[in-house]
Nanobody, 123 residues
Framework: QVQLVESGGGTVQAGGSLSLSCAPSGRSVMRYSTGWFRQAPEKEREFVASIRWIGRVTDYADSVRGRFAVSRDIANNTVSLQMSSLQVEDTAVYFC????????????????WGRGIQVTVSS
């Protein structure tokens, strides 16, 4: 397991953009596949995006494909989630996750989790 530190988030109007970052504490970001999940009040946790530990293989939920982009910044040792054209429905707590190789959509298979960061989109 690795400690994950998230940053970014906040409040934005619908149609706006926000960026989230996730950094593995004391470890190289290149050693892990990273996933992003979100959970809105009274809703199930859902997959948002992921990036594989090797190469630039990414995956996106249908609800965010074309609006969100996940990338790895090796120089800053972070994984970012760039969110644009945000909608009220994107309001949730967003979690960064990591695994040595798994980068799929099953949240229970990730063994490291950040504390979560709030994203609020107002109408």
């Amino acid at each position: 397991q690795v400690q994950l530190v998230e940053s970014g988030g906040g409040t934005v109007q619908a149609g706006g953009s926000l960026s989230l970052s996730c950094a593995p504490s004391g470890r190289s970001v290149m050693r892990y596949s990273t996933g992003w999940f979100r959970q809105a009040p009274e809703k199930e946790r859902e997959f948002v995006a992921s990036i594989r530990w090797i190469g630039r293989v990414t995956d996106y939920a249908d609800s965010v494909r074309g609006r969100f982009a996940v990338s790895r910044d090796i120089a800053n040792n972070t994984v970012s989630l760039q969110m644009s054209s945000l909608q009220v429905e994107d309001t949730a707590v967003y979690f960064c996750t990591a695994h040595p190789n798994y980068y799929g959509r099953d949240w229970y298979r990730y063994d490291s989790w950040g504390r979560g960061i709030q994203v609020t989109v107002s109408s």
